[in-house]
Protein backbone atom coordinates (compact mmCIF):
# COMPACT_ATOMS: atom_id res chain seq x y z
CA UNK A 1 0.00 0.00 0.00
CA UNK A 2 1.12 3.07 -0.98
CA UNK A 3 1.57 5.71 1.35
CA UNK A 4 -0.84 8.58 1.70
CA UNK A 5 0.31 12.67 0.29
CA UNK A 6 -0.46 14.59 3.56
CA UNK A 7 -1.32 18.19 2.68
CA UNK A 8 -3.09 21.02 4.72
CA UNK A 9 -6.19 22.48 3.15
CA UNK A 10 -7.16 25.68 3.47
CA UNK A 11 -11.19 25.63 3.94
CA UNK A 12 -12.39 28.78 5.17
CA UNK A 13 -15.68 28.94 3.58
CA UNK A 14 -15.59 25.28 2.02
CA UNK A 15 -18.80 23.61 2.10
CA UNK A 16 -18.34 19.90 4.18
CA UNK A 17 -21.64 17.81 4.08
CA UNK A 18 -21.98 16.00 7.45
CA UNK A 19 -24.43 12.73 6.88
CA UNK A 20 -25.39 11.21 9.84
CA UNK A 21 -26.97 12.35 13.54
CA UNK A 22 -24.01 10.40 15.82
CA UNK A 23 -21.99 12.01 18.43
CA UNK A 24 -18.66 11.71 15.49
CA UNK A 25 -21.24 14.06 13.55
CA UNK A 26 -21.07 16.89 16.30
CA UNK A 27 -17.06 16.10 16.17
CA UNK A 28 -17.01 16.73 12.27
CA UNK A 29 -19.33 19.77 12.29
CA UNK A 30 -16.93 21.14 15.46
CA UNK A 31 -13.60 20.41 13.23
CA UNK A 32 -15.55 22.32 10.50
CA UNK A 33 -16.13 25.51 11.99
CA UNK A 34 -12.52 25.14 14.07
CA UNK A 35 -11.32 25.56 10.57
CA UNK A 36 -13.45 28.23 8.92
CA UNK A 37 -16.08 25.49 6.78
CA UNK A 38 -19.79 25.71 6.57
CA UNK A 39 -21.22 22.51 7.63
CA UNK A 40 -24.34 21.26 6.94
CA UNK A 41 -26.00 18.55 8.49
CA UNK A 42 -28.01 15.98 6.64
CA UNK A 43 -30.13 13.69 8.95
CA UNK A 44 -33.94 12.79 8.89
CA UNK A 45 -36.11 15.55 11.30
CA UNK A 46 -36.80 11.98 13.45
CA UNK A 47 -32.84 11.81 14.12
CA UNK A 48 -32.28 11.55 17.61
CA UNK A 49 -29.99 14.09 17.68
CA UNK A 50 -26.56 13.56 20.39
CA UNK A 51 -26.79 16.39 22.83
CA UNK A 52 -23.07 17.91 21.95
CA UNK A 53 -24.72 17.92 18.18
CA UNK A 54 -27.81 19.57 19.16
CA UNK A 55 -25.75 22.22 21.29
CA UNK A 56 -23.50 22.76 18.29
CA UNK A 57 -26.94 23.02 16.12
CA UNK A 58 -27.99 25.82 18.47
CA UNK A 59 -24.94 27.37 18.93
CA UNK A 60 -23.86 28.29 15.57
CA UNK A 61 -26.96 28.34 13.45
CA UNK A 62 -25.85 25.20 11.39
CA UNK A 63 -28.24 24.61 8.83
CA UNK A 64 -29.65 21.12 9.17
CA UNK A 65 -31.75 19.42 6.03
CA UNK A 66 -34.06 17.23 7.91
CA UNK A 67 -34.42 14.19 5.66
CA UNK A 68 -32.38 11.48 3.87
CA UNK A 69 -29.24 12.38 1.71
CA UNK A 70 -30.43 12.94 -2.09
CA UNK A 71 -27.48 12.54 -4.79
CA UNK A 72 -28.59 16.42 -5.63
CA UNK A 73 -27.21 17.33 -2.41
CA UNK A 74 -23.55 16.86 -3.97
CA UNK A 75 -24.17 19.15 -6.58
CA UNK A 76 -26.82 21.78 -5.50
CA UNK A 77 -25.43 22.99 -2.06
CA UNK A 78 -21.70 24.33 -2.57
CA UNK A 79 -20.32 27.40 -3.53
CA UNK A 80 -21.22 29.27 -6.23
CA UNK A 81 -17.60 29.95 -7.67
CA UNK A 82 -17.15 26.23 -7.97
CA UNK A 83 -20.70 25.22 -9.32
CA UNK A 84 -22.34 24.41 -6.43
CA UNK A 85 -20.43 21.52 -5.90
CA UNK A 86 -19.53 20.81 -1.99
CA UNK A 87 -16.01 20.26 -1.16
CA UNK A 88 -15.46 17.58 1.11
CA UNK A 89 -18.85 14.85 2.14
CA UNK A 90 -18.42 12.72 5.98
CA UNK A 91 -20.52 9.77 6.11
CA UNK A 92 -21.23 9.48 9.99
CA UNK A 93 -23.58 6.32 9.57
CA UNK A 94 -20.78 3.67 9.01
CA UNK A 95 -19.57 1.93 6.38
CA UNK A 96 -21.12 -0.90 6.53
CA UNK A 97 -24.59 0.48 4.78
CA UNK A 98 -25.43 0.44 1.19
CA UNK A 99 -25.68 4.04 1.64
CA UNK A 100 -22.49 4.63 2.41
CA UNK A 101 -21.07 2.66 -0.17
CA UNK A 102 -23.53 4.75 -2.58
CA UNK A 103 -22.08 8.17 -1.23
CA UNK A 104 -18.72 6.92 -1.43
CA UNK A 105 -19.01 6.12 -5.21
CA UNK A 106 -20.79 9.33 -5.98
CA UNK A 107 -18.36 11.01 -4.64
CA UNK A 108 -15.76 9.08 -6.78
CA UNK A 109 -17.03 10.16 -9.74
CA UNK A 110 -17.56 13.91 -9.10
CA UNK A 111 -13.89 14.07 -7.45
CA UNK A 112 -15.74 15.56 -3.73
CA UNK A 113 -13.05 14.14 -1.32
CA UNK A 114 -15.09 11.49 0.87
CA UNK A 115 -14.32 10.39 4.24
CA UNK A 116 -16.75 7.23 5.62
CA UNK A 117 -16.48 6.18 9.11
CA UNK A 118 -14.71 2.57 10.35
CA UNK A 119 -14.71 2.31 6.45
CA UNK A 120 -11.06 3.02 4.98
CA UNK A 121 -11.67 1.27 1.64
CA UNK A 122 -14.66 3.71 0.99
CA UNK A 123 -12.45 7.21 1.97
CA UNK A 124 -10.45 9.11 -0.19
CA UNK A 125 -8.96 11.24 2.89
CA UNK A 126 -8.68 10.29 6.58
CA UNK A 127 -8.54 13.32 9.48
CA UNK A 128 -5.18 13.46 11.13
CA UNK A 129 -4.96 13.77 14.61
CA UNK A 130 -3.49 17.10 15.06
CA UNK A 131 -1.97 19.07 17.61
CA UNK A 132 -2.25 22.87 17.44
CA UNK A 133 -0.17 26.18 18.57
CA UNK A 134 -0.75 28.80 16.77
CA UNK A 135 0.64 28.44 13.02
CA UNK A 136 2.02 24.98 14.13
CA UNK A 137 0.13 22.23 13.58
CA UNK A 138 1.78 18.61 13.78
CA UNK A 139 -0.95 15.75 11.96
CA UNK A 140 -0.37 12.26 12.68
CA UNK A 141 -2.53 9.28 10.90
CA UNK A 142 -2.36 5.50 10.79
CA UNK A 143 -3.84 5.26 7.68
CA UNK A 144 -7.00 4.27 8.79
CA UNK A 145 -5.72 1.25 11.06
CA UNK A 146 -6.15 2.65 14.48
CA UNK A 147 -7.55 6.05 15.31
CA UNK A 148 -7.02 5.59 19.20
CA UNK A 149 -3.43 4.99 18.41
CA UNK A 150 -2.91 7.81 15.95
CA UNK A 151 -3.96 10.30 19.32
CA UNK A 152 -1.74 8.22 21.51
CA UNK A 153 1.25 9.31 19.17
CA UNK A 154 0.03 12.56 18.80
CA UNK A 155 -0.17 13.23 22.48
CA UNK A 156 3.25 11.49 22.76
CA UNK A 157 5.12 14.36 20.30
CA UNK A 158 3.15 17.16 21.78
CA UNK A 159 4.44 16.87 25.37
CA UNK A 160 7.79 16.84 24.10
CA UNK A 161 7.41 20.26 22.67
CA UNK A 162 7.75 23.13 24.09
CA UNK A 163 4.54 24.77 25.24
CA UNK A 164 5.14 28.12 23.47
CA UNK A 165 6.74 26.89 20.28
CA UNK A 166 3.89 27.82 18.14
CA UNK A 167 4.62 31.29 19.38
CA UNK A 168 8.43 30.87 18.11
CA UNK A 169 7.09 29.48 14.71
CA UNK A 170 5.27 33.00 14.27
CA UNK A 171 7.88 34.99 15.49
CA UNK A 172 10.40 33.07 13.40
CA UNK A 173 8.24 33.61 10.43
CA UNK A 174 7.88 37.27 10.74
CA UNK A 175 11.64 37.54 10.58
CA UNK A 176 11.80 35.27 7.35
CA UNK A 177 8.91 37.54 5.95
CA UNK A 178 10.29 41.05 6.82
CA UNK A 179 13.93 39.75 5.71
CA UNK A 180 12.40 39.12 2.30
CA UNK A 181 10.49 42.23 2.31
CA UNK A 182 13.94 44.16 3.41
CA UNK A 183 16.01 42.56 0.53
CA UNK A 184 13.47 44.10 -2.28
CA UNK A 185 13.64 47.05 -0.60
CA UNK A 186 17.08 47.21 -1.12
CA UNK A 187 16.86 45.93 -4.66
CA UNK A 188 15.00 48.74 -5.59
CA UNK A 189 17.30 51.50 -3.52
CA UNK A 190 19.99 50.26 -5.78
CA UNK A 191 18.33 51.22 -8.83
CA UNK A 192 19.08 55.11 -10.91
CA UNK A 193 16.65 57.73 -10.03
CA UNK A 194 15.70 59.99 -13.13
CA UNK A 195 16.02 63.19 -10.88
CA UNK A 196 19.16 62.36 -8.71
CA UNK A 197 20.48 65.49 -9.97
CA UNK A 198 18.68 67.39 -7.27
CA UNK A 199 19.64 65.16 -4.56
CA UNK A 200 22.29 65.02 -1.87
CA UNK A 201 24.70 62.60 -2.35
CA UNK A 202 26.45 60.11 0.17
CA UNK A 203 30.26 59.29 0.86
CA UNK A 204 29.48 55.87 -0.55
CA UNK A 205 27.17 57.34 -3.42
CA UNK A 206 29.62 56.14 -5.68
CA UNK A 207 30.27 52.69 -4.49
CA UNK A 208 29.99 50.01 -7.08
CA UNK A 209 27.21 47.27 -5.59
CA UNK A 210 26.91 44.61 -8.09
CA UNK A 211 24.37 42.12 -8.13
CA UNK A 212 26.24 39.21 -7.07
CA UNK A 213 26.84 41.07 -3.68
CA UNK A 214 22.76 41.85 -2.97
CA UNK A 215 22.60 37.96 -3.88
CA UNK A 216 25.45 36.89 -1.37
CA UNK A 217 23.63 39.15 1.10
CA UNK A 218 20.87 37.73 0.70
CA UNK A 219 22.07 34.38 0.79
CA UNK A 220 23.82 34.91 3.97
CA UNK A 221 20.64 36.14 6.06
CA UNK A 222 18.51 32.87 4.75
CA UNK A 223 21.23 30.80 5.29
CA UNK A 224 21.63 32.00 8.83
CA UNK A 225 17.98 31.82 9.54
CA UNK A 226 17.79 28.34 7.94
CA UNK A 227 20.47 27.15 10.54
CA UNK A 228 19.16 28.26 13.59
CA UNK A 229 16.01 26.55 12.84
CA UNK A 230 17.34 23.36 11.87
CA UNK A 231 20.15 22.97 14.49
CA UNK A 232 18.73 25.14 17.85
CA UNK A 233 17.47 23.32 20.29
CA UNK A 234 13.48 23.91 20.50
CA UNK A 235 13.29 25.42 23.87
CA UNK A 236 16.21 28.03 22.85
CA UNK A 237 14.05 28.87 19.78
CA UNK A 238 11.14 29.38 21.63
CA UNK A 239 12.73 31.96 24.01
CA UNK A 240 12.75 34.01 21.04
CA UNK A 241 10.85 37.47 21.93
CA UNK A 242 9.52 39.92 20.03
CA UNK A 243 12.46 42.42 21.36
CA UNK A 244 14.44 39.71 19.72
CA UNK A 245 12.82 40.18 16.54
CA UNK A 246 13.22 43.83 16.30
CA UNK A 247 16.68 43.86 16.86
CA UNK A 248 17.87 41.68 14.00
CA UNK A 249 15.72 43.54 11.50
CA UNK A 250 17.17 46.66 12.89
CA UNK A 251 20.23 45.31 12.56
CA UNK A 252 19.64 44.51 9.09
CA UNK A 253 17.83 47.89 8.59
CA UNK A 254 21.18 49.81 9.23
CA UNK A 255 23.50 46.88 7.10
CA UNK A 256 21.54 45.12 5.10
CA UNK A 257 25.01 43.35 3.26
CA UNK A 258 26.22 42.12 6.59
CA UNK A 259 26.55 38.56 8.05
CA UNK A 260 24.35 38.11 11.19
CA UNK A 261 26.97 37.28 13.01
CA UNK A 262 30.13 38.70 11.53
CA UNK A 263 32.71 40.33 13.89
CA UNK A 264 30.94 41.37 16.78
CA UNK A 265 27.77 39.52 18.70
CA UNK A 266 25.42 37.22 17.14
CA UNK A 267 22.22 38.71 16.71
CA UNK A 268 20.52 36.20 18.99
CA UNK A 269 23.19 35.44 22.07
CA UNK A 270 21.97 31.15 22.83
CA UNK A 271 23.35 32.32 26.00
CA UNK A 272 20.74 34.81 26.75
CA UNK A 273 18.23 32.51 25.36
CA UNK A 274 19.05 29.73 27.33
CA UNK A 275 19.52 32.00 30.69
CA UNK A 276 15.72 32.48 29.97
CA UNK A 277 14.52 29.43 30.04
CA UNK A 278 16.45 28.92 33.29
CA UNK A 279 13.99 31.36 35.31
CA UNK A 280 13.56 30.60 38.57
CA UNK A 281 11.22 27.94 39.50
CA UNK A 282 8.90 26.56 42.56
CA UNK A 283 8.16 22.83 43.31
CA UNK A 284 5.76 21.98 45.88
CA UNK A 285 6.62 18.37 47.09
CA UNK A 286 5.52 15.53 49.60
CA UNK A 287 8.24 13.91 51.41
CA UNK A 288 5.42 10.92 52.38
CA UNK A 289 5.02 9.90 56.14
CA UNK A 290 8.85 9.58 56.85
CA UNK A 291 10.73 6.90 55.76
CA UNK A 292 12.97 7.80 52.66
CA UNK A 293 11.87 4.44 50.76
CA UNK A 294 8.44 6.08 50.62
CA UNK A 295 9.31 9.11 48.60
CA UNK A 296 8.33 9.30 45.08
CA UNK A 297 11.00 9.17 41.95
CA UNK A 298 9.66 12.80 41.56
CA UNK A 299 10.67 14.14 44.34
CA UNK A 300 13.65 12.13 44.71
CA UNK A 301 14.82 13.60 41.94
CA UNK A 302 13.64 17.49 42.54
CA UNK A 303 15.89 16.56 46.01
CA UNK A 304 19.20 16.10 43.47
CA UNK A 305 18.73 18.74 41.79
CA UNK A 306 17.06 21.89 43.44
CA UNK A 307 19.20 24.83 44.06
CA UNK A 308 17.44 25.73 47.87
CA UNK A 309 14.99 23.55 49.66
CA UNK A 310 12.71 24.97 52.10
CA UNK A 311 11.72 21.95 54.10
CA UNK A 312 9.06 21.28 57.26
CA UNK A 313 10.01 20.96 60.36
CA UNK A 314 8.73 17.72 60.82
CA UNK A 315 10.50 16.44 57.55
CA UNK A 316 12.13 12.80 58.99
CA UNK A 317 15.86 13.13 59.21
CA UNK A 318 16.48 10.28 57.18
CA UNK A 319 14.95 12.00 54.59
CA UNK A 320 16.94 15.67 54.68
CA UNK A 321 20.17 13.02 54.72
CA UNK A 322 19.07 12.82 50.65
CA UNK A 323 19.80 16.15 49.83
CA UNK A 324 23.03 16.93 48.33
CA UNK A 325 25.46 18.85 50.26
CA UNK A 326 26.04 21.36 47.90
CA UNK A 327 22.11 21.87 48.42
CA UNK A 328 21.19 24.85 51.38
CA UNK A 329 18.47 23.64 53.46
CA UNK A 330 16.26 25.64 55.37
CA UNK A 331 13.86 24.55 58.33
CA UNK A 332 10.96 26.21 58.47
CA UNK A 333 10.94 27.74 62.40
CA UNK A 334 6.99 26.97 63.04
CA UNK A 335 6.39 26.81 67.16
CA UNK A 336 3.15 27.84 68.56
CA UNK A 337 1.92 31.15 68.22
CA UNK A 338 4.86 31.41 65.11
CA UNK A 339 3.21 29.40 62.25
CA UNK A 340 2.51 32.19 60.17
CA UNK A 341 5.50 34.17 60.86
CA UNK A 342 7.21 31.21 59.97
CA UNK A 343 5.28 30.56 56.95
CA UNK A 344 6.32 34.43 55.44
CA UNK A 345 10.20 33.90 56.12
CA UNK A 346 10.04 30.62 53.67
CA UNK A 347 7.79 32.70 51.08
CA UNK A 348 10.63 35.45 51.32
CA UNK A 349 13.73 33.34 50.72
CA UNK A 350 11.41 31.48 48.20
CA UNK A 351 11.15 34.27 45.80
CA UNK A 352 14.39 35.75 46.75
CA UNK A 353 16.35 32.67 45.43
CA UNK A 354 13.74 32.53 42.12
CA UNK A 355 14.24 36.03 41.19
CA UNK A 356 18.39 34.79 41.04
CA UNK A 357 16.95 31.98 38.46
CA UNK A 358 17.29 29.22 41.25
CA UNK A 359 15.05 26.01 41.53
CA UNK A 360 13.28 26.37 44.69
CA UNK A 361 12.00 22.94 46.58
CA UNK A 362 9.29 23.30 49.18
CA UNK A 363 9.62 19.93 51.00
CA UNK A 364 6.15 18.96 53.12
CA UNK A 365 5.44 16.40 55.15
CA UNK A 366 2.80 13.99 53.92
CA UNK A 367 0.95 15.35 50.73
CA UNK A 368 1.94 19.05 49.71
CA UNK A 369 -2.54 19.39 49.61
CA UNK A 370 -3.88 17.24 52.52
CA UNK A 371 -3.79 19.63 55.55
CA UNK A 372 -0.48 21.12 54.31
CA UNK A 373 -1.16 24.71 53.09
CA UNK A 374 -0.02 23.60 49.36
CA UNK A 375 -2.94 25.09 47.35
CA UNK A 376 -2.23 28.81 49.81
CA UNK A 377 1.17 28.50 48.89
CA UNK A 378 0.90 27.98 44.97
CA UNK A 379 -1.63 31.01 45.09
CA UNK A 380 1.50 32.84 46.94
CA UNK A 381 3.78 32.09 44.73
CA UNK A 382 1.58 32.43 41.53
CA UNK A 383 0.50 36.20 42.86
CA UNK A 384 4.16 36.66 42.50
CA UNK A 385 4.14 35.42 38.82
CA UNK A 386 5.79 31.95 39.86
CA UNK A 387 3.79 28.94 38.73
CA UNK A 388 4.41 26.02 40.98
CA UNK A 389 4.65 22.50 40.09
CA UNK A 390 3.37 20.20 42.42
CA UNK A 391 4.60 16.75 43.09
CA UNK A 392 2.30 14.35 45.27
CA UNK A 393 3.51 12.73 48.64
CA UNK A 394 2.04 9.43 50.31
CA UNK A 395 0.00 10.55 52.94
CA UNK A 396 0.26 9.42 56.45
CA UNK A 397 -3.16 9.18 56.76
CA UNK A 398 -3.71 6.28 54.21
CA UNK A 399 -0.10 4.83 55.36
CA UNK A 400 0.04 5.11 58.85
CA UNK A 401 -2.93 2.46 59.16
CA UNK A 402 -1.33 0.15 56.55
CA UNK A 403 1.47 0.04 58.70
CA UNK A 404 0.09 -0.33 61.77
CA UNK A 405 -2.02 -3.45 60.28
CA UNK A 406 -5.22 -1.60 59.98
CA UNK A 407 -7.13 -1.50 56.55
CA UNK A 408 -8.88 1.46 56.55
CA UNK A 409 -11.34 -0.36 54.79
CA UNK A 410 -12.53 -3.87 54.97
CA UNK A 411 -15.56 -6.27 53.68
CA UNK A 412 -18.39 -6.21 55.84
CA UNK A 413 -16.70 -3.73 58.29
CA UNK A 414 -16.02 -0.18 56.66
CA UNK A 415 -16.65 0.49 53.03
CA UNK A 416 -15.84 4.47 53.70
CA UNK A 417 -12.92 6.30 55.18
CA UNK A 418 -13.14 10.20 56.33
CA UNK A 419 -10.06 12.05 56.99
CA UNK A 420 -10.17 14.98 59.69
CA UNK A 421 -8.13 17.62 61.65
CA UNK A 422 -8.42 17.43 65.10
CA UNK A 423 -7.72 20.95 64.99
CA UNK A 424 -8.81 23.74 63.66
CA UNK A 425 -7.96 27.34 62.51
CA UNK A 426 -5.54 29.13 64.96
CA UNK A 427 -6.50 25.98 67.42
CA UNK A 428 -10.40 25.90 67.17
CA UNK A 429 -11.94 22.83 67.70
CA UNK A 430 -13.55 21.24 64.69
CA UNK A 431 -17.02 19.64 64.85
CA UNK A 432 -16.66 16.08 65.24
CA UNK A 433 -18.37 13.72 62.51
CA UNK A 434 -20.87 11.81 63.50
CA UNK A 435 -20.68 8.41 64.63
CA UNK A 436 -20.91 5.45 61.51
CA UNK A 437 -20.20 1.90 62.45
CA UNK A 438 -19.09 1.10 58.72
CA UNK A 439 -17.10 3.75 58.49
CA UNK A 440 -12.95 4.85 59.49
CA UNK A 441 -12.08 8.23 60.74
CA UNK A 442 -8.30 9.14 60.55
CA UNK A 443 -7.61 12.33 62.55
CA UNK A 444 -4.54 14.47 61.91
CA UNK A 445 -2.73 16.54 64.39
CA UNK A 446 -5.39 15.51 66.94
CA UNK A 447 -3.07 14.34 69.78
CA UNK A 448 -2.05 17.64 71.45
CA UNK A 449 -5.71 18.15 72.46
CA UNK A 450 -6.87 14.40 72.18
CA UNK A 451 -9.01 14.55 75.49
CA UNK A 452 -11.21 17.28 73.75
CA UNK A 453 -11.12 15.63 70.88
CA UNK A 454 -12.52 12.04 72.37
CA UNK A 455 -15.15 13.84 74.70
CA UNK A 456 -16.42 15.52 71.65
CA UNK A 457 -16.70 11.88 69.74
CA UNK A 458 -18.18 10.12 72.90
CA UNK A 459 -20.87 12.60 74.32
CA UNK A 460 -22.40 14.35 70.46
CA UNK A 461 -26.08 14.95 71.28
CA UNK A 462 -26.32 12.61 68.16
CA UNK A 463 -25.18 10.24 66.70
CA UNK A 464 -22.44 9.93 69.70
CA UNK A 465 -19.00 7.13 69.54
CA UNK A 466 -19.48 4.14 72.30
CA UNK A 467 -16.89 4.37 74.20
CA UNK A 468 -15.88 0.46 73.28
CA UNK A 469 -15.05 1.50 69.42
CA UNK A 470 -12.05 0.48 69.09
CA UNK A 471 -9.12 2.56 68.11
CA UNK A 472 -5.57 3.19 67.39
CA UNK A 473 -2.47 6.09 67.96
CA UNK A 474 -0.07 5.97 65.19
CA UNK A 475 2.78 7.76 65.77
CA UNK A 476 6.33 8.41 63.69
CA UNK A 477 4.86 6.10 61.12
CA UNK A 478 7.15 4.04 59.28
CA UNK A 479 9.84 5.36 60.95
CA UNK A 480 12.51 3.35 63.21
CA UNK A 481 10.90 4.42 66.29
CA UNK A 482 7.33 3.71 64.89
CA UNK A 483 4.88 3.39 68.03
CA UNK A 484 1.47 2.06 68.12
CA UNK A 485 -1.35 1.93 70.91
CA UNK A 486 -4.05 0.28 70.36
CA UNK A 487 -7.09 0.79 72.55
CA UNK A 488 -10.31 1.93 72.73
CA UNK A 489 -11.68 5.29 72.83
CA UNK A 490 -12.86 4.49 76.75
CA UNK A 491 -9.20 4.38 77.34
CA UNK A 492 -7.34 6.28 74.97
CA UNK A 493 -6.65 9.29 76.91
CA UNK A 494 -5.43 7.09 79.56
CA UNK A 495 -3.10 5.31 77.44
CA UNK A 496 -1.02 8.60 75.62
CA UNK A 497 -0.77 10.29 79.48
CA UNK A 498 0.38 6.74 80.44
CA UNK A 499 3.10 6.25 77.39
CA UNK A 500 3.52 10.03 76.63
CA UNK A 501 3.57 11.48 73.01
CA UNK A 502 5.87 11.10 70.24
CA UNK A 503 4.76 13.45 67.24
CA UNK A 504 4.26 13.21 64.84
CA UNK A 505 1.59 11.06 65.15
CA UNK A 506 -2.78 10.41 64.35
CA UNK A 507 -5.25 9.06 65.53
CA UNK A 508 -7.62 6.34 63.59
CA UNK A 509 -11.20 5.00 64.55
CA UNK A 510 -13.34 2.82 63.63
CA UNK A 511 -13.76 -0.93 63.93
CA UNK A 512 -11.12 -1.91 61.28
CA UNK A 513 -8.77 -1.61 63.83
CA UNK A 514 -9.37 -5.23 65.34
CA UNK A 515 -9.82 -6.60 62.03
CA UNK A 516 -5.67 -7.83 62.08
CA UNK A 517 -5.02 -7.17 65.54
CA UNK A 518 -6.92 -6.94 68.53
CA UNK A 519 -6.06 -5.86 71.55
CA UNK A 520 -7.09 -8.33 74.86
CA UNK A 521 -6.40 -5.60 77.11
CA UNK A 522 -7.20 -2.01 77.99
CA UNK A 523 -3.99 -0.93 75.72
CA UNK A 524 -1.24 -2.16 73.84
CA UNK A 525 1.85 -0.68 72.81
CA UNK A 526 4.06 -2.03 69.84
CA UNK A 527 7.46 0.04 69.10
CA UNK A 528 9.41 -0.49 66.33
CA UNK A 529 9.10 -0.36 62.20
CA UNK A 530 9.85 -3.51 60.17
CA UNK A 531 7.48 -3.17 57.44
CA UNK A 532 10.22 -2.47 54.58
CA UNK A 533 12.67 -4.75 55.52
CA UNK A 534 11.68 -7.47 53.33
CA UNK A 535 13.10 -4.71 50.74
CA UNK A 536 16.65 -4.86 52.35
CA UNK A 537 16.72 -8.49 52.70
CA UNK A 538 15.77 -8.85 48.62
CA UNK A 539 18.29 -6.13 48.39
CA UNK A 540 21.06 -8.30 50.25
CA UNK A 541 20.31 -11.46 48.20
CA UNK A 542 20.52 -9.79 44.79
CA UNK A 543 23.66 -10.39 42.48
CA UNK A 544 25.00 -6.88 43.56
CA UNK A 545 23.98 -5.12 40.68
CA UNK A 546 21.59 -2.48 42.75
CA UNK A 547 24.23 -1.96 44.86
CA UNK A 548 26.51 -1.57 41.80
CA UNK A 549 24.18 1.20 40.14
CA UNK A 550 23.40 2.81 43.52
CA UNK A 551 26.84 3.63 43.81
CA UNK A 552 27.41 4.59 39.96
CA UNK A 553 24.32 7.09 40.25
CA UNK A 554 25.57 10.52 42.33
CA UNK A 555 23.64 13.29 42.90
CA UNK A 556 23.19 15.32 39.84
CA UNK A 557 24.59 12.79 37.78
CA UNK A 558 22.56 11.79 34.70
CA UNK A 559 22.09 8.13 33.82
CA UNK A 560 21.81 8.63 30.46
CA UNK A 561 25.45 9.93 29.42
CA UNK A 562 27.07 6.81 30.72
CA UNK A 563 26.91 3.71 28.99
CA UNK A 564 27.64 1.51 31.98
CA UNK A 565 24.97 2.86 34.02
CA UNK A 566 22.86 2.67 31.10
CA UNK A 567 23.49 -1.03 31.68
CA UNK A 568 23.26 -1.99 34.66
CA UNK A 569 19.99 0.07 34.51
CA UNK A 570 18.71 -2.11 31.71
CA UNK A 571 20.09 -5.63 33.35
CA UNK A 572 18.26 -4.22 36.86
CA UNK A 573 15.18 -2.97 35.52
Same mark, same amino acid.
Given at each position: ?????????????????????????????????? *????????????????????????????????????????? +??????? &??????????? @??????????????????????????????? =? +?????????????????????????????????????????????? $????????????????????????????????? =????????????????????????????? $?????????????????????????????????????????????????????? @???? %? &?????????????????????????????????????????? =?? @??? &??????????????????????????????????????????????????????????????? =????? *??????????????????????????????????????????????? +????????????????????????????????????????????????????????????????????????????????????????????? $??????? %???????????????????
Amino acid at each position: MAPALLTAVDSTSHVHLVIGSSPLAGARISKALE *VGAVPILVAPETANLHYGLAKRMEEHSIQWLKRDFQEEDLR +TLGREEV &DRFVDAVFVTT @GGKSSLAVHISTLCRKLRIPVNVADAPNLCT =F +TLLSTHNSGPLQIGVTTSGKGCKLASRIRREIASALPSDLGIAVDR $LGAVRRRIWEQDHATEAATEPEEDDEAAGQSAA =FNKLVTPSDIEAAKARRMRWLAQICEYWP $LRRLAAITDEDVDGILEAYKHDSTAAPSAEGKPLLNPTVLDARRNTGRIILAGS @GPGH %P &DLLTTATLKAIRSADLILADKLVPAAVLELVPRRTPVQIARK =FP @GNA &DAAQEELHRLGLAAMKEGKTVLRLKQGDPYLYGRGAEEVAFFREHGYEATVLPGITSSLAAPL =FARIP *VTHRSVSDQVLICTGTGRKGASPDPPAFLSNQTVVFLMALHRLQDLV +TSLTERKTSPYPPSTPCAVIERASCPDQRVVRTTLEYVNAAVEEEGSRPPGLLVVGAVCDVLQKSPHKWVVEDGFQGLDVLDHLSEGGNGLDV $LREQLVT %PGLEEEGDPLIRAVHAVTV
